[in-house]
């Protein structure tokens, strides 16, 4: 599952930041440099955790695209790596937003002589075998919590820009979503399934994407890698 408010705050508790009444009255620049050091130690975690790269095997299946296609729409899918992706580039060498222990990430083209659009809730990844599936994430930032949360607290222990500068950095990510507007014509973007990749091996994936078009109302493809 996607880094949560919940589990940013219990990092930092389990790194000792948390934010109890100062014991016998301590100096306030003593309880602040206590808050930065745990602070430190959280975002050291969750470097470790979200955004080192080379963390996690990818999936044992063929990434070569395939293609359904009718009359009027075509849709191209492939499996793809998000610590490859180059809207997921940092200068130190990590992951700028996330790397693959976020789940599994795929590319998708679609053409269509009319409008149409993709549909989250007829969407699913199945991993392995047909009971294991994980859905997409509808809105991009819902997978930038961890960002957004540990900005806040890099600014109130006033810590040197690190997530915050993440963060302004990741709209080439927003853009690059495939997203649930309606139109016609040629568009590319990326879906992500969030799921246990450490704990999850991939031998096979079947993934149903799921397209709403006036005419046809809601349609579902299906692709099965190995």
Known sequence: MPFS????????????????????????????SVERQAFDLATDALRRGYLDRDTVPGPVVSY?????????????????????????????????????????????????DQEARW?????????????????????????????LTGAREERRVGAPANLSLRIRNADDFRHAYLGTDARAGDRTGVLVFPAPTRNLQAVAMQLTVGFWTEDEGVKQYRFLFE
Do not use: K
């Open 119 to 147: 549909s989250p809730a007829h969407t699913v990844l199945a991993v392995n075998d047909s009971e294991q599936t994980f859905l997409a994430i509808a809105q991009p930032d819902d997978l930038l919590v961890h960002l």
């Open 5 to 32: 408010r919940l589990s940013w705050a219990l990092l930092l508790l389990a790194c000792g930041c948390g934010r109890a009444a100062r014991p016998g009255g301590a100096p306030l620049a003593v309880e602040a």
């Open 64 to 112: 070569e695209a395939q293609t359904q296609r009718q009359e009027h729409f075509s849709v191209t899918v492939s499996p793809v790596l998000a610590e490859r992706q180059p809207w997921n580039e940092w200068p130190d060498g990590t992951a700028r937003l996330f790397n693959d222990a976020i789940g599994y990430l795929w590319r998708v083209e679609v053409h269509s």
